[in-house]
Nanobody, 118 residues
Framework: QVQLVESGGGLAQTGGSLRLSCSAS????????MGWFRQAPGKERELVAS???????TYYADSVKGRFAISRDLAGNTFLQMNSLKVEDLANYFC????????????WGQGTQVTFSP
């Protein structure tokens, strides 16, 4: 069973940057898309960014376009570079995988929290 583990969350400042990482316990990502989701307090979980393994085409939510960048490496890790952070980016961030042809993301990490200093 593949497991995903996020890291890189923590205390952020408005206008600052954080880099989130998602590592997989097994290298079985040849035909999957990877996504970063977030869930803010009192809000529904939303897809922030995703990347196709084949070709690397990406998707970004309007709220993060131009500020966030998703990438992956050949080892099966996925990253989310977050720049120009805003208070509204405060959330618990999750990575997840979506096999090709699947309608849903089937494996999820436990999440990493992004908070803001006053």
């Amino acid at each position: 069973q593949v497991q995903l583990v996020e890291s890189g969350g923590g205390l952020a400042q408005t206008g600052g940057s954080l880099r989130l990482s998602c590592s997989a316990s097994a290298r079985t990502f040849s035909r999957v898309a990877m996504g970063w989701f977030r869930q803010a307090p009192g809000k529904e979980r939303e897809l922030v960014a995703s990347i196709r393994w084949s070709g690397g085409s990406t998707y970004y939510a309007d709220s993060v376009k131009g500020r966030f960048a998703i990438s992956r490496d050949l080892a099966g890790n996925t990253f989310l570079q977050m720049n120009s952070l805003k208070v509204e980016d405060l959330a618990n961030y999750f990575c997840a995988r979506q096999p090709v042809g699947a309608a849903r993301y089937d494996v999820w990490g436990q999440g990493t929290q992004v908070t803001f200093s006053p």
